[in-house]
């Protein structure tokens, strides 16, 4: 069993920045990848950024130049630094891990972007 739980997200006007945390408990044996989505109220989840054991980054073009995903391994977490935002960016926030065939998941966190 794996847990993930997110934080950092909240309220923020538009062009600040947060920091999203998502730290990876229990049997963790190999994360292959690490990825943050995000899903807007009446639309479908979509992946935001991902990073790969081997150090693969990936952006969506939205948020490319303003996000910037990393990974600390001895810890098992990823951050998502959010940069420039816009209130598009408003959106629960979740964090996914893949181990082997498995997808992983947190409750999510709550990005609101609004003067």
């Known amino acids: 069993q794996v847990q993930l739980v997110e934080s950092g997200g909240g309220l923020v006007q538009p062009g600040g920045s947060l920091r999203l945390s998502c730290a990876a408990s229990?049997?963790?044996?190999?994360?292959?990848?690490m990825r943050w989505y995000r899903q807007a109220a009446g639309t479908e989840r979509e992946l935001v950024a991902s990073?790969?054991?081997?150090?693969?980054?990936y952006y969506t073009h939205s948020v490319k130049g303003r996000f910037t995903i990393s990974r600390d391994n001895a810890k098992n977490t990823v951050y998502l630094q959010m940069n420039s935002l816009k209130p598009d960016d408003t959106a629960v926030y979740y964090c996914?891990?893949?181990?082997?065939?498995?997808?992983?998941w947190g409750q999510g966190t709550q990005v609101t972007v609004s003067s």
């Open positions: 996914n891990a893949v181990m082997g065939k498995t997808d992983y």
């Open positions: 229990g049997s963790i044996f190999s994360i292959n990848a």
């Open positions: 990073i790969l054991s081997g150090g693969i980054i």
